[in-house]
Antibody, heavy 123, light 106 residues
Framework: QVQLRESGPGLVRPSETLSLTCSVS????????WTWIRQPPGKGLEWIGYLHHGGTTDYNPSLRGRVTISVDKAKNELFLELTSVTAADTARYFCAVLVIPPTSGKGYYFDSWGLGPLVTVSS | DIQMTQSPSSLSASVGDRVTITCRAS??????LNWYQQKPGEAPKVLLYAASTFPSGVPSRFNGGGSGTDFTLTINGLQPEDSATYFC?????????FGQGTKVEI
């Protein structure tokens, strides 16, 4: 099964850019759709956006304008950038596979989540 | 956005009990409803998708049902390892949204 591991700074200053990398192993960037999800400490889950290697993206309108998801196909890596961060962006950030079941009409779901490191926004 | 509301927010039950968690969508989502289990410090894991379909490897004591706006997750024969927080999530339309979670204590 595909394995994902997020990496990046654990502390980001307010107004700066949060940048995270998701390294994909035991699978190819070309095989799936990819997604980012975040979870503030002690709170629920918020979908950030998704990307297909062909370039298709969609983002949560609550973050649109600040968020970019991209991919390096040669390195098998997925990236998240969130600009102009505030304390409200403090959260665990997960990358995951966006699964489209083979049977039509079954929607989508998130699988093979990474560990979700905590990113704190603070001066 | 479609709002997802779970109840209860927490519950306590004993090993062997049958437990039911409900999830309500703010509008009709058909059966585009997924359930996840999250243990402390871990990433969520999918339990069910499309309201009642099992991914491989999920124990059969978990069952899902419902359609439209009202859904349930039932755990038959609660086990100690089921102590976790459970989230519902709609995949009907973006932005995909989650319920606030139900914490199950054994």
């Amino acid at each position: 099964q595909v394995q994902l591991r997020e990496s990046g700074p654990g502390l980001v200053r307010p107004s700066e850019t949060l940048s995270l990398t998701c390294s994909v192993s035991r699978g190819s960037i070309y095989s799936y759709y990819w997604t980012w999800i975040r979870q503030p400490p002690g709170k629920g889950l918020e979908w950030i956006g998704y990307l297909h290697h062909g370039g298709t993206t969609d983002y949560n309108p609550s973050l649109r304008g600040r968020v970019t998801i991209s991919v390096d196909k040669a390195k098998n890596e997925l990236f998240l950038e969130l600009t102009s961060v505030t304390a409200a962006d403090t959260a665990r950030y997960f990358c995951a596979v966006l699964v489209i079941p083979p049977t039509s009409g079954k929607g989508y779901y998130f699988d093979s989540w990474g560990l979700g490191p905590l990113v704190t926004v603070s001066s | 956005d479609i709002q997802m509301t779970q109840s209860p927010s927490s519950l306590s039950a004993s090993v062997g009990d049958r437990v039911t968690i409900t999830c309500r969508a703010s509008r009709n989502i058909g059966t585009f409803l997924n359930w996840y289990q999250q243990k402390p410090g871990e990433a969520p894991k999918v339990l069910l998708y499309a309201a009642s379909t099992f991914p491989s490897g999920v124990p059969s004591r978990f069952n899902g049902g419902g359609s439209g706006t009202d859904f349930t997750l039932t755990i038959n024969g609660l086990q100690p390892e089921d102590s976790a927080t459970y989230f519902c999530q709609q995949s009907h339309s973006t932005p995909w949204t989650f319920g606030q979670g139900t914490k199950v204590e054994i």
